[in-house]
Nanobody, 127 residues
Framework: HVQLVESGGGSVQVGGSLTLSCVAS????????MAWFRQAPGKEREGVAV????????IYSDSVKGRFAISLDNAEKTVYLQMNSLKPEDTAMYFC?????????????????????WGQGTQVTVS
């Protein structure tokens, strides 16, 4: 059993900052990728950022590169997404996701189908 629980969402002014957290529990043995996705109503789920448990540097989508930072506390099994210089278009439900057993996250990290475990999401509203 693996469970992912996000927290930290809320409302923030344009240009402001917010940090999301996602705690993983259960059987998380081995190497894995932890990613953040976001989804607005009626739109496809969009990859935001990904980080590997021990081998791979963080990777970001072009839309957030330079503004967001993903980090991982491997001991606590917690992934964070620090969001800065927020824009209205960042408004979405944000989900964390886990892909276990990979030696590297790779060029296809942004494909949602690769991730077997998802959190319930936390809403971020920028206005």
């Amino acid at each position: 059993h693996v469970q992912l629980v996000e927290s930290g969402g809320g409302s923030v002014q344009v240009g402001g900052s917010l940090t999301l957290s996602c705690v993983a529990s259960g059987d998380t043995i081995g190497r894995y990728c932890m990613a953040w996705f976001r989804q607005a109503p009626g739109k496809e789920r969009e990859g935001v950022a990904v980080i590997h448990s021990r081998r791979e540097d963080p990777i970001y989508s072009d839309s957030v590169k330079g503004r967001f930072a993903i980090s991982l506390d491997n001991a606590e099994k917690t992934v964070y997404l620090q969001m800065n210089s927020l824009k209205p278009e960042d408004t979405a439900m944000y989900f964390c996701a886990a892909d276990f057993g990979r030696s590297r996250c790779g060029d296809l990290w942004w494909q949602a189908a690769r991730y077997g475990f998802w959190g319930q999401g936390t809403q971020v509203t920028v206005s």
